[in-house]
Nanobody, 127 residues
Framework: QVQLMESGGNSVQAGGSLRLSCANS????????MGWFRQAPGTEREGVAG????????RYADSVKGRFTISQDKAKNMVYLQMNSLKPEDTAMYYC????????????????????WGQGTQVTVSS
């Protein structure tokens, strides 16, 4: 059974950095893509970054390009989200997801494309 577990969420001031981690219990079974999503109260879940696990190619939402970096460590079955220059609008619950996702277009950012989800880790950025 695939299980994803996020860690690394915290409260930071604007301009600060955080690194989120996602441990995947069954990376070979969980699909070809892993993504990071976020959801603030009263908003829809938003795709932040994705990585095609085979090739390592990455995708980013426009709102985080140049500030966030998604990476993976295949040997450890880990995916990371390095978040720099954090802004108050980055405040949200962050979720790790895995699944079989089309590498074309914006499928990576569609939450319905993913099968497996973690429980989330809270990121709060204060001004």
């Amino acid at each position: 059974q695939v299980q994803l577990m996020e860690s690394g969420g915290n409260s930071v001031q604007a301009g600060g950095s955080l690194r989120l981690s996602c441990a995947n219990s069954e990376s070979t079974l969980s699909g070809n893509f892993m993504g990071w999503f976020r959801q603030a109260p009263g908003t829809e879940r938003e795709g932040v970054a994705g990585i095609r696990t085979g090739s390592g190619s990455t995708r980013y939402a426009d709102s985080v390009k140049g500030r966030f970096t998604i990476s993976q460590d295949k040997a450890k079955n880990m995916v990371y989200l390095q978040m720099n220059s954090l802004k108050p609008e980055d405040t949200a619950m962050y979720y790790c997801a895995a699944g079989w996702v089309s590498p074309f277009g914006d499928s990576w950012s569609n939450s319905g494309s993913y099968t497996y989800w973690g429980q989330g880790t809270q990121v709060t950025v204060s001004s």
